[in-house]
């Protein structure tokens, strides 16, 4: 895909770490220009207090093959967010890829705890970060990206829409979150199909994040390390395999077929044949229904 996307324009909406990071850099080296937003800068971290920058992203891009540029956004607040669509506008002139991928809710999440034992403010903050966020981005982004026919908006989210559809989720709150985009992109697919563009809701699988990596004491070099403790980890892929699903739907000419789909990187990765960076192929939400759910002993073979 080296090239592909020569001449592109992408915002990545919450490109500082995990996929965030990892699209924007598939992007770059596809040849895109890229805006990386996100909260977390060389001069001041959001509440998540990472290392992880929005100018260490829009550096790897650029490293990649294509340009990235760090804009300090929180898209909680929709004037910033007004003012980063003007001037990409005035810089660019265009927007062709819209990523949302803002959350910042793993800190907020109560595992497996009921609505009423769920801290309130937590979990109604979680809903403002996941949702309010999104909609704050496309009110402000597509009005640019429509301008144009070929437009593309990925919502990430967490789970396919059949996944969630009979699966619990965590929280009462986080399966609303994750599933509320699923259907944010199905809506968004209605409203700019008519002007020649596609949205499509996308989930990674079992990502080796920064903080996945980092909760299980690991680095992305040794990460098969985990594996005595966390056996069903073996599924697990880097950020940059969801990076490349969203270069090849970038990339595709035909990408309106797949127009208000709930999407995975394991299936995408099947059907344009796009591997990790390992050169393995996982698909974890089919590892997930036959083989993890149902308790069964893990096992990647054939897998990935």
Known sequence: MAGGLQGRVALVAGATRGAGRGIAVELGAAGATVY??????????????RPETIEETAEQVTAAGGHGVAVRVDHLEPDAVRDLVARIDAEQGRLD????DIWGGELL????????EHDLDAGLRQIRLAVDTHLITSHHALPLLIRRPG??????????????????????????????????????AQEIAPHGGT??????????????????????????DAL???????????????????????AD?????????????????????????DGSRPDAWRYMVEVQDPDLPADATGYR
Request: aromatic letters at 12%; charged letters at 20%; hydrophobic letters at 40%.
């Open 199 to 224: 949205a499509v809701a996308l989930t990674p699988g079992w990502m080796r994040s920064e903080m996945m990596l980092d909760a299980f004491g690991v680095t992305e070099e040794r990460w098969r």
């Open 109 to 116: 999440t109560g595992w497996n705890q009921p609505v009423w």
């Open 97 to 100: 890829v819209l990523v949302n």
């Open 36 to 49: 990386c937003t996100g909260r977390s800068t060389r001069a001041a971290r959001s509440e998540y207090d």
């Open 151 to 188: 437009g593309l908006v990925v919502e990430m989210t967490d789970g396919t829409a059949e996944y969630n559809a009979t699966t619990y989720r965590l929280s009462a709150f986080y399966d609303l979150c994750k599933s509320a985009v699923i259907r944010l992109a199905w809506a968004q």
């Open 253 to 277: 000419p035909d990408v309106a077929r797949w127009n208000g789909r709930s999407l995975s990187s394991g299936g995408l990765a099947a059907e344009y044949g796009f591997t990790d960076l």
């Open 228 to 250: 005595a403790r966390v056996p069903h980890f073996g599924i697990s892929e880097t950020p940059r395999y969801t990076g490349r699903a969203v270069a090849a739907l970038a």
